[in-house]
């Protein structure tokens, strides 16, 4: 789906995020709701998006954006199709996240926070996952956990994701 | 009432109050840092931690409420070795620049690191960096000196109802910024700089302008005049050290004249012209049933706060410039001719207790003598820095006197300096103009105070007239409000964008808070009673400016020179495509 950004609110896009924000126009309670909808909605919360929320629920956009960079869960940046979360809690960072993360840089050529050219990756840095015992381990799609990570395993498991 | 026993002391408070307030009523003094009373109460900077019996940790002071046979110490040697860590750990990211800060020697920052006589910083680490914003014409904002202690916000917000900053993202990445950091002037921020007198640093400071204002004085070509804003006498003295409420009109006319001013002027002068144009614009709405509430124009952030978030009620505003601006249209008009001074000689400065007088000068609307009326507008703050350059000691100077014509003026002038001053001083005279009966008492008590919404109903005749005033965004919010939904009843509204009105301005000196204004209001209604006339339409000077120059008030020539319009502002950004 393509989405104008003028705000003009012709395009289906700026359509469906107006429905979500029709259920708390005029709410400033419900910006949490409105912002997580509207990011399952377009993937990121870009400043047209931002805009539009802050004018429908009337509050500034300083509240808004200071929401959205508060919560690691909203990002302003697209995503991409698959999301890899790379746990540096203290037993991860011992066991050698940082190699993980030299080599998903130097395998998909983007920096933790960005996204592949392709959309097909987005890395994060995440804390503690619960997965100490499997140290070092990084999470893809919220589901997949893969665990005690070496080098040379990473560009196999990224090629089960297209 | 709670019993507590503070350094030993046995203390006794009402409920809810907090361990800070405890310890003050008894003259126990805790350090603070992020605490602002009744504005910034959060508990962030840990500098007011003390040490409560069977507490687990220290407890932060400011927002702890006192508890019924609490023992709390306030200076133990572990308590001092806290603080200096939290001062060291706020200063580690601190640029250190503080000989050439504009706030050297008035920073609550470094007044702690006195206090506390740190000699070093134990820990060297990543410094924040962020560009300094420069955008505005009123307010430079620097983050590396930020401490995130977020009076700013909440001044912004809470008292102002303005929220044009935030803390973006966490940690050590906290940035206090507009969204997306986008520069100020692009902003809905209304540059009335309460955020410059409240934070505790120098991260955000005045535009200094001093320079050009040395420059023209420097420059023998220029004829450079002076004007000086109500508040600024009621205020000047605390630059150097006098106390709150000290009036030193006389010296700073003299030591203005010492500077090297070719003349000294008032705007005193231009706000009993405002009076009278303003006073017959109101007589005008009334009895043509035009748009009604009137509200007055003077303040320029209040300009900037309804073009932004109120537009549909545009109509409402006087059409009437600020006095500052009448007076900067006059200088390069009237004063001009009458003195045979070539206008692009004339090089006008402002003093004013505002930074949104720095934007306002600036408008498209304000080349009425076809230069810029008002060349540059100085704060208060930055005026007092020019008699420190100078080496002048201008409390020692004998007392002097504006010059004529547009140094003349009345008590009702100088009342703009207070919440409900524009107020009274129209009551003075439209009274006066529609009954043509001499009024027994002059002073409107019921104008008077920080009161953030007063109404009053004045008799002018067999007219009730329903007045209403308030000083602060957020109360002027309140009055926006009713009249949006139809309820408000009033013929006059008199907003000033400040607490206090204008002796508490953005531009004023610091610390400016809630005892400080009020010895400033008393001052200023000391300095009314006095004037010699304290009726804007008896001053000599304006009646001369009309017989010799303008005609009468709401003439072709005042609609010209001192009538304004204004813009619909959005106070989001455009979503372009």
Known sequence: MVACTCGCGEDELTKQLDKVIDEYRGQPSGLIQVLTKAQNLIGYLPLWVQTRIAKGLGVSLQEVYGVVTFYAFFSLIPRGRHKIAVCAGTACYVKGSKTVLKTLREVLGVKEGQTTPDSRFTVEVVRCIGACGLAPAMIIDGKDVHGRLEPEQIPGILEQYA | MINLTIDNRKVAVEEGSTILEAAKSVGINIPTLCYLKDINVIGACRIC?????????????????????????????????????????????????????????????????????????????????????????????????????RRCISVCTNIQSVQALTVENRGFNSLVAPAFNEKLANMECVQCGQCSLVCPTGAIVEQDDTDKVWAALADPKKHVVVQTAPATRVQIGETIGAEPGTIATGQMVAGLRSLGFDKVFDTDFSADLTILEEGNELLQRVTTGGVLPMITSCSPGWIKFIEHFYPDLLPHLSTCKSPQQMFGALAKTYYAQKEGIDPKDIYSVSIMPCTAKKYECQRPEMFSSGYQDVDVVLTTRELGRMFKQSGMSMTNLPEEEYDAPLGISTGAGELFGASGGVMEAALRTVYEVVTGKELEDINFTACRGITGVKEATVNVGDLPVSVAITNGLGNARKVLDKIRAGEAGYHFIEVMCCPGGCIGGGGSPIPTNLDVRLKRIDAVYTEDERMVLRKSHQNPAVQDLYAEFLEKPLGHKSHELLHTHYTERDHYPKEEC
């Open chain 2, 49 to 149: 931690l003390v040490d409560v019996k069977g507490a687990r940790t220290f407890i932060p002071s400011c927002v702890a409420p006192v508890s019924e046979g609490m023992v709390v110490n306030t200076h133990t040697p572990n308590l001092i070795k806290a603080r200096k860590l939290v001062l060291e750990l706020i200063l580690s990211d601190h640029p250190m620049e503080c000989l050439t800060c504009k706030r050297n020697g008035n920073c609550e920052l470094q007044k702690l690191a006195e206090e506390f006589g740190l000699s070093e910083i134990r820990f060297e680490g990543a410094k924040t960096e962020y560009p300094i914003d420069d955008s505005s014409p009123a307010l430079i904002r620097d983050p590396r000196k930020c401490i995130l202690c």
